[in-house]
């Protein structure tokens, strides 16, 4: 097994990994373990082994749960957050950090401190230190205009994980804004309220927008057997971007 558990060791705040007693697939986010997990449907091509059976976490949560706890100087110091369309899963994580003041936004969600578009956000410049976006570019219509409005409300020297599901064989991203019914998106975009597939340009996309762009595959420095134990996603690079 080449999972870095003395890294996580080091961390401020350590992943809470159960024993797994022989069970082959590890939650990391809820810390169970499963012999199955459920598949994930509603996609072009279903995930068997994709969600988590207690806590809902999919790929990319287990991923982002890993890399925030692989990198405890990402909360050192006084933090103001802005979570975007917060998953609850981190919506209880960051919130119960002592150090985070938290702000959770979406269009529509109920339970969120901020209704706001993406495109129009009433902080002034430079209002958070961190932001965490996950999954959430490809349904706005107007995505350059999201980028740089979430680069506006960030601080210099602040950090934002801005992610989105790729297509790695793609070059560019594509859109074909005659396609709006949701059966037809789901099969252009692979999602009924999709309005794109980003590209390999996706990286280009959030650099027009004014951020810094590290790509981090560090889902590869965990290696095989953690990728197969926390079911994650192999290919899919973390987009940290600074201001
Ligand atoms: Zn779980």
Known sequence: MTFPISALRSARRTVKILPTLG???????????????YPQHGHLVPRPNARCPRCGSLERHRLLWLYLHAKPELFAGQLRLLHVAPEPIFRRYFQSLPNVTYVSCDLFARNVLLHSDLTALPHPDAS???????????HVPDDQHAMRELRRVLKPGGWAILQSPLDYSRATTYEDWSITAPEDRLHAFGQEDHVRIYGRDYKDRLEQAGFHVSVDMYV????????????????????????
């Open 220 to 243: 590869q420095q965990l290696g095989a057997a953690a990728i197969e134990r926390y079911r994650l996603s192999p290919n899919e690079a973390i987009y940290m971007c600074r201001a």
């Open 128 to 138: 958070f230190d961190a932001i965490v976006c996950y999954h959430v570019l490809e």
């Open 23 to 37: 069970w082959h697939y590890t939650c990391p986010c809820c810390g169970w373990s499963f012999n199955r997990m």
